[in-house]
């Protein structure tokens, strides 16, 4: 199955801590069907010193995964349209062949 979702995408969080944010999409993690959005859901971690590699330790603050289906991809926006707007993303083929994805409340083509 395609992605709907892809790497470098700007996405808008649904539901959850962070929910409002937008971010872009760092890391895909399919197996659990989970993604890394960047500056969302922040969580502290606890990290010892590391003489090795020259590294304090602390508390360090860092993006945990969200599910897949708490994101949806935002839709750039245009004149007299809300800056945090998003849409269902869906597939069709092109005349030449190429399938694409689009954004199924405007049917405009995401970046080819």
Same mark, same amino acid.
């Given at each position: ?6 790497? &470098?995408?700007?996405?808008? !969080?649904?539901?959850?801590? %962070?929910?409002?944010? %937008?971010?872009?999409?760092? =890391?895909?993690?399919? +197996? ?5 959005? #960047? &500056?969302?859901?922040? !969580? ?7 003489? /090795?590699?020259? *590294? /304090?330790?602390? $508390? =360090? *603050? =860092? #993006?945990? %995964? $969200?599910?897949? %289906?708490? !994101?949806?991809?935002? !839709?750039?926006? /245009?004149? &007299?349209? #809300?800056? +945090?707007?998003?849409? +269902?993303? &869906? ?6 062949? =190429?399938?694409?994805?689009?954004? +199924?409340?405007?049917? *405009?083509? $995401? #970046?080819?």
């Amino acid at each position: 199955m395609a992605k709907k979702i892809k790497t &470098g995408d700007l996405v808008y !969080v649904l539901a959850g801590k %962070s929910k409002g944010h %937008s971010g872009k999409i760092l =890391r895909i993690y399919t +197996k659990t069907n989970r993604v890394l959005v #960047e &500056g969302a859901n922040l !969580v502290k971690k606890h990290v010892k010193p590391n003489p /090795q590699q020259n *590294e /304090q330790g602390g $508390i =360090r *603050e =860092r #993006e945990a %995964s $969200i599910h897949i %289906s708490n !994101v949806a991809l935002s !839709v750039p926006p /245009q004149k &007299g349209e #809300e800056a +945090k707007l998003h849409s +269902k993303v &869906g597939f069709k083929t092109l005349d030449d062949g =190429r399938k694409v994805r689009y954004f +199924k409340h405007n049917n *405009e083509i $995401i #970046e080819a």
